[in-house]
Each structure stands twice: as C-alpha cells, then as structure tokens.
C-alpha cells in the first residue's frame, strides 16, 4: 500500500510555528517579568539608601552634641519629629521619631531613633540606638533598611 502524504507539509508547517510563537512568547514574558523585578529591587534598594542616609545624618547631628534633636524627657509628646531633608534626595522622610529613655541618674541615657522614608511607592524603616557614653553620643545598634 502506498502511504498518501500530500498536503502534510502544510500541517507542519503551521505546527512549527505555533511552536516557535509560544516560545517566543514564554521568553518576553519572562524577560519583561525579570524587567519588573529589577526596577522593583532597585527602587527598594534606593528607597532604604535613601532612609540609612537620613538615619546617619541624624546620628551625625546627635553625634556632634545639636541638643536641640534630644527630647528633654521620654514623654511621647516631647519625642521630635525634625524636619529632615537629604540633597538631591527624590523621596521623603514620612516620619522620623527621636525618643530618650528617662534621664535618671540610675539609667544610662539611651536614644532611640527611627526613620520611615518613601520613596516610589517604597517604604523603609531604620533604627539606631545611641549612649551617651563618657559625654559623647555613639551608636550602640544600628539596624537599616527593612521594607516596611
């Protein structure tokens, strides 16, 4: 018996490039996902730059005695929330809190610091502790860039 093959050539025609279509759409899929997920890292990894930056130019200030940024007790209504402001900086700082352990000459005066930026639709949230250690204010834990 003689096998008739006519008109074969044009199912596998069609066969080969649905194939090589799904294919090249499997792969821009995954490659605009990869896109989405770069940008996303990257605006998050600025966005807790952005709040370490604002975290260590408050430190620095506290660092070099601005008496001004300690609260005079740890009374929630004394904690300050200072304006601040990086150069060049495209977010905010949402909220920036500074609370002091009660002064008590039985306590080691601590300060607690927290920094919320934003930033493209990102938030991150840092933390430092400072003592006052021999008159002088030095970070005793530091723990930055958390997506909040």
């Not at 989405?36 to 620095?60: H, P, W």
């Not at 609260?71 to 977010?91: M, Q, R, T, V």
């Not at 008590?104 to 610091?113: E, G």
Request: glycine content about 6%.
């Amino acid at each position: 018996m003689i096998k008739n093959n006519k008109g074969s050539g044009l199912t596998w025609a069609v066969m080969i490039v649905m194939i090589l279509l799904l294919i090249i759409g499997a792969s821009l899929t995954f490659a605009y996902s990869s896109y989405n997920r770069s940008i996303d890292n990257r605006n998050q990894l600025q966005c807790d730059l952005y709040a370490k930056s604002a975290l260590d130019s408050l430190i620095k200030a506290i660092g070099d005695n601005e008496t001004d940024l300690i609260p005079k007790s740890s009374a929630f209504e004394d904690n300050i929330y200072p304006e601040i402001s990086l150069p060049n900086a495209k977010g905010e700082v949402s909220q920036a809190v500074i609370h002091i352990v009660d002064n008590d000459k039985k306590i080691i005066p601590l300060i607690y610091i927290e920094i919320t930026y934003e930033y493209n639709d990102r938030t991150s949230n840092v933390q430092a502790v400072m003592q006052k250690i021999g008159g002088i204010w030095k970070v005793i834990n530091y723990d930055g860039g958390e997506a909040a």
